[in-house]
Each structure stands twice: as C-alpha cells, then as structure tokens.
C-alpha cells in the first residue's frame, strides 16, 4: 500500500518541550516537504527537502527543525522556541520533474 | 471531527446540480496549477492540475479552466454529490520554483 504515513494523528506538548512528528513515504519521491495548516488561511511551507542530507527553510521556519538521512523519512521537531504551535501539520512529497505534491493525512498539535 | 476551514467563502449546492468553485491567482509566471480537495480532518487530495500552455482540462467529472490574462482558475464539477462535500483549493507554482503557494480555499457544501 504506497503512499505517505504521518504519525501521531493527535500530539500533545507541554510547555517548553520538544516534539517530533514523523512522516514516511514510500512513493520512492526525492523532495519533501512540511506545511502547517491553521484556519481560515492556506498553506505555509515550513520546511523543504530536494534530496537525502539537505533541507532548505521556507517561509516560517522559526521554532523549528528537521532532518532528512533518509529518502522515505522527513521527521519535523516542534522546538520549545515555536510559541503558537497549535496547529494542522501536513507532509508533502513530490518528484523532482514531476511537480504535484502529495500529502500525508496529517498530524494535529495541541499545547496541554 | 477538526475544522480546517473557518471563516472561508462558502458554496451552497443540490446534489446533483453543477459546482464552480474559481480561485484567483497572484504570480504572473506560475505556470502550473493544481486543485487540492481536504475533507475535515484530512490532509489534501489532488484533484487535477493544469499547465499554463492549456486552457481547459477534463478529468473525471471535473474540468480546470484556466484565464491567464485575468490570472484566473476554475474548478468545475459534474452531478455534485454529496461526497464531494469538502474544502476545495487551488496551489500555484513557478518555471523552476521549488516553491508553492496555496490559497486559503472555498468550502463546498452539498444538500442532498
């Protein structure tokens, strides 16, 4: 069964601590990417990778990190420094030629 | 289950009737766009896409229309179901960009 997984479907963090929310994917997709969702707006683009052991920060990468040593894993810590971070968290990847992205189900963050 | 769309334009259809649902779009060189389809709680699903050297394409009861010169997109669906009930939105990107941008989206409502 190919696709994206992300995991947990609900994450809760408590002040000051760091939480990391993974995403697989096994579409064989040299790029990934990371996108928070809050409501009533679009997408915006956290993080991005074109290929294993390189990432690039996209628009509001603040408070957040990730890594990329695998081609199927793009795990995305939530730092203690990201204030607001409640939110809808969606995985990407895409093909590098071909462009459309295809997203995981998504991880929900609360703040306890 | 979660919310991903307060606050957006809303459109009221009966099953069965046809949908347009249009975006507007900001970059004058994007020359791909695609339409996403994010039932609550999910993460996005793509629809269609279409590149900038067409005006229309046709999929299975959808068609993207595409008007460069008012930077303009259209999501048409056939026989609306209530099935097709989600948020609907449409993502642009550029010659060579790695990058791209989603609108916020229009909620569709189906009444049975």
């Known amino acids: 069964d190919g696709g994206i997984t992300q995991s947990p479907k609900y994450l809760f963090r408590k002040e000051g601590q760091n939480v990391t929310l993974s995403c697989e994917q096994n579409l064989n997709h040299d790029a990934m990417y990371w996108y928070r969702q809050d409501p009533g707006q679009g997408l915006r683009l956290i993080y991005y990778?074109?290929?294993?052991?390189?990432?690039q920060k996209g628009d509001i990468a603040e408070g957040y990190s990730v890594s990329r040593e695998k081609k199927e894993s793009f795990p995305l810590t939530v730092t203690s420094a990201q204030k607001n971070p409640t939110a809808f968290y969606l995985c990407?990847?895409?093909?590098?030629?071909?462009?459309?992205?295809?997203f995981g189900p998504g991880t929900r963050l609360l703040v306890l | 289950g979660e919310s991903v769309g307060l606050h957006l334009p809303t459109l009221s259809v009966q099953e069965g009737d046809n949908s347009i649902i249009n975006c507007a779009y900001s970059n004058s060189a994007s020359d791909y766009f695609i339409w996403y389809k994010q039932e609550s709680g999910k993460g996005p699903q793509f629809i269609i896409d279409i590149r900038s050297n067409m005006d229309k394409r046709q999929g299975q009861r959808v068609t993207v229309l595409l008007n460069k010169t008012v930077k303009h997109l259209s999501l048409q669906i056939a026989a609306t179901q209530p099935g097709d009930s989600a948020v609907y939105f449409c993502a642009e990107r550029d010659t060579g960009g790695f990058k791209t941008i989603f609108g916020a989206g229009t909620r569709l409502f189906v009444k049975a």
């Open positions: 990407a990847s895409g093909g590098r030629i071909q462009e459309t992205q295809y």
């Open positions: 990778s074109q290929i294993v052991n390189d990432f």
